[in-house]
């Protein structure tokens, strides 16, 4: 599992690697005080470009105590998304806060469909993208097509006094669209520009977009 700090990258494994560079940070995973610890001080020096918390446990399952340490130090966001293809094999893009993402939102209580159901659910995620992609681009009718990968990363918020730290699991899906349908940006979101962008030219948005949402790309497209 990787988490994305703006750039920097938070990964858990089983095995300490054999070899590392000096912009590695490498835990043994021990207590939750120790991460705690070990992660102020990967906040603190920027000279540190990836976070590696090595705990065994990883080989037998995902949900190890490494990661239940870390994650018990923010509050978890869940979101959902959608990358939209068209009958051109052009992508939807939009532009927010001088970089380019994808439509995406936090999954609220009208997503989830029954008491059975929680934000974690895919079914609460597939409805939350699909109302994410419309409010945000315009687009009246689009399908999803398949679930993708989920990705993670860490963010800030200011609550009153306090900066609260946030880590948000965005559930990603491969969605299909009209490109003759109208086009019209969430402007009261910080959207001033949704764009159909053909795959010769990704490489432009590439350059230009979050790490978490490149990752996706070159895991999807390339």
């Not at 988490?3 to 858990?12: K, P, Q, T």
């Not at 989830?112 to 597939?126: F, H, N």
Request: charged share 25%; aromatic share 12%.
């Amino acid at each position: 599992m990787k988490i994305f700090l703006n750039d920097r990258i938070i990964e858990f494994v089983a095995v300490r690697p054999e070899q590392t560079f000096f912009s590695d940070m490498v835990v043994d995973y021990q207590s939750t005080g120790q991460i705690k610890e070990a992660w102020g001080d990967f906040q603190r020096y920027e000279k540190f470009r990836n976070f590696l918390i090595v705990d065994p446990e990883l080989r037998e399952k995902s949900n190890s105590s490494a990661v239940e340490a870390f994650f018990s130090l923010f509050k978890i966001v869940y979101a959902a998304g959608g990358l939209v293809k068209n009958e051109k094999g052009e992508f939807l893009f939009i532009h927010r806060l001088g970089f380019w993402d994808l439509p995406k939102g936090k999954i609220d209580k009208k997503d989830i469909p029954g008491p059975e159901y929680s934000k974690t659910d895919l079914a609460s995620a597939s409805a939350a993208a699909i109302r994410e992609v419309k409010e945000e681009t315009g687009l009246q009718n689009v399908v999803i097509n398949k679930q993708l990968a989920a990705t993670w990363h860490i963010y800030a918020i200011q609550e009153k006094w306090m900066l609260k730290k946030m880590l948000k699991k965005t559930q990603w899906f491969e969605m299909q669209a009209d490109s003759g349908q109208k086009l019209t940006p969430e402007t009261s979101e910080g959207i001033f520009l949704v764009k159909w962008t053909s795959p010769d030219a990704i490489h432009c948005i590439m350059s230009h977009t979050y790490a978490s949402i490149r990752e996706l790309l070159l895991e999807v497209l390339f």
